[in-house]
């Protein structure tokens, strides 16, 4: 790329400008006159690594990974299926994936994985306008996600609770959600009790934070949709009604 602090430009989500912060520590170390930055640079073409060795005393290659990796799942190479690196590239303004016009016009989606990725992908696409207003999302995306018909989305996890890769701060976004309810169901369980709703409040983020650490099935729901939250299954409804 042309321009330093890639990760923190194209990986963090939109609306994280408090951890994109971490660029002017960055810049206190690039403006010393000991540091250089070369960008539009593509080592093997503009430069060799031989090249690169010959002229300093160490070279250090942190390329990071840069493409998805497949599932290895019938039905991943459909249209509408696309890897995180896509996406998340997408709608952070990546020039390389600025033209992938993902499809939004579904009901639903699904996101497989958990970790802080899948729920960054998730909280993108079911915050509202009002919610995204102080981040960085770039127009295109943000008009497309609210012209768009997903209401529900499913993060899906493909093992159990403890082994959940999303950090306990990324959790407890969710539950700060507008317009959304926690739903914890002893049916789940297979217990008699009768469910308790609680309301988006400080209790509804504390209890979703110890629902994931326990691995009790919990449910949050919006105001015209709901569904199951398991040890490794959650649902965001989409926080605010479809436009007309």
Known sequence: MATPFGLIRAGVAPDHQ????VS???????????????????????????????????VVLA??????????IPGENLWGVYGSALFVGWYNGHPDFRDLQPRLS??????????????????????????MANSDLPDYAAQAIQAGGIR????????????????????????????????????????????????????????????????????VAGKKSSGCISASTWLLPRSRAKKK
């Open 18 to 21: 408090s951890t994109k912060l």
């Open 24 to 58: 002017r520590r960055f810049e206190q170390t690039a403006l010393q006159d000991l540091v250089h930055f070369y960008g539009n640079v593509e080592v093997g073409q503009a430069v060799t690594l031989d090249e690169l060795r010959r002229s300093y005393d160490a």
């Open 106 to 131: 579904s009901h639903s989606a699904v996101v497989i994985g958990n970790g802080n990725v899948a729920l960054d992908v998730a909280r993108v696409l079911v915050k509202s306008e009002a919610e």
């Open 63 to 72: 390329v990071g990974a840069g493409l998805d990796r497949p599932l290895g």
């Open 152 to 219: 529900d989305v499913y993060i899906v996890g493909r093992r159990g609770a403890a082994d959940n890769k999303f950090t306990s701060a990324e959790l407890r976004e969710i539950g700060q959600l507008a317009e959304c309810q926690l739903i914890l169901d002893p049916d789940d369980l297979g217990c008699a009790r009768t469910p308790r709703t609680i309301e988006n409040d400080g209790s509804a983020r504390k209890i979703l934070r110890s629902s994931a650490a326990s691995g009790r099935p919990a449910r």
